[in-house]
């Protein structure tokens, strides 16, 4: 029998038909799965069978900005426009910034940096159907699988509370929505619907996103009036043995060391110790009290942490100096260190 010079495209199209249309693997705890996120084992398995699998999410979860020197990682959030589009979206958001200050104790430079980090205040929330990213982490990535498939099927529960189409909802590669970036055990936990319209909306409601950072922020044990981060002298103490204590540092233990801070810390709290890579191959030590702590149950990353400290620091500077520019009161900013 003579193949025809069509045949092999015939075959391909036949492959590619039936590898597009086949249904991805239902996993076998989804019973368990539904349990957690109170769903049914209906409604996640129609859900993985809407998704699709990503490949250049696995690549991009592999090379996280965090694995930069923290002297790169500055440069990409520590900028100009950075802090600009911060101001501007101060003075537009004031009242409720100033609101959401009061209410829960967290400072509106912090809720802002954070914004600011996260989406550069919603110009770069993210372009992937939030489905397929947990999909793909949650189901084809071992590692993460874990923790992933269970916000997988919180997605689902929170999708269904607020009457989602999956086609509509973009986010981060690894599945983060909104203003700030709340992953969907974020989304159901902490957001709040700030402006009290009856919906809780991160992705365009600058007031639901600025009360939900700082409901977060604030839940995950922000304290109110005491520092965040302090440069550290180290001397002739040993560095890594300091650091290698974790959050079990004391401050005693820190000063006993050998090490100095320009501030005198309090000494009812333990703290920890980082270095950072700067540019001409040194490093410089600082110490994160509680504060620093829980910017970084946020995002893991001490690096990120910084920025959030230090986009904040620029940040009410900024908006502190145009104030007394239109003759307006600044308060006195007092931190216990």
Do not use: C
């Not at 694995?67 to 440069?75: E, I």
């Not at 922000?222 to 002298?233: D, Q």
């Not at 910017?295 to 620091?313: D, F, G, H, K, W």
Request: proline share 4%; glycine share 6%.
């Amino acid at each position: 029998m003579k193949l025809s010079k069509l045949t092999p495209i015939v075959l391909s199209l036949a492959l590619f038909s039936a590898s597009a249309f086949a249904k991805n693997p239902i996993p076998n705890n989804i019973n368990e799965l539904a349990s957690y996120a109170k769903v049914s084992p209906a409604s996640l398995k129609s859900a993985i069978e809407d998704a699709v699998y990503q490949q250049k999410i696995i690549d991009a979860i592999t090379r996280p900005g965090e694995a930069k020197p923290w002297w790169q990682y500055r440069k990409i959030f520590i900028t100009l426009p950075r802090v600009q589009a911060a101001v501007k979206f101060y003075f537009e958001n004031e009242k409720t910034l100033l609101k959401a200050q009061e209410e829960y104790g967290v400072p509106y430079e912090i809720i802002l940096a954070i914004i600011g980090v996260e989406t550069f205040y919603g110009k770069n929330m993210g372009s992937f159907r939030v489905i397929d990213a947990l999909y793909t982490l949650g189901f084809n990535y071992p590692k993460r699988e874990a923790y992933f498939s269970k916000e997988f099927a919180r997605f689902v529960s929170l999708a269904e509370r607020e009457n989602w189409n999956y086609d509509d909802i973009k986010g981060s590669y690894a599945g983060a929505m909104g203003l700030g970036q709340f992953m969907p055990s974020a989304y159901l936990d902490y957001a709040v619907d700030y402006d009290n319209d009856g919906h809780v909306n991160l992705f365009s409601n600058k007031a639901d996103a600025i009360g939900s950072v700082a409901n977060y922020i604030l839940g995950h044990g922000w304290a109110t009036n005491r520092g965040i981060l302090y440069p550290v002298h180290i001397h002739n103490a040993d560095a890594k043995a300091l650091m290698d204590r974790g959050w079990e540092l004391s401050v005693d233990e820190l000063y006993a060391s050998g090490a100095t801070t320009k501030v005198n810390l309090s000494k009812d709290q333990y703290v920890r110790l980082f270095a950072f890579d700067l540019e001409n191959g040194s490093k410089s030590y600082a110490v994160g009290l509680n504060n620093f702590k829980t910017i970084m149950r946020y995002n893991t990353s001490p690096l990120y942490a910084r920025a959030v400290y230090e986009l904040s620091e620029y940040i009410a500077m900024n908006v502190d100096k145009i104030k007394k520019e239109r003759g307006i009161k600044v308060p006195h900013r007092s931190k216990l260190p």
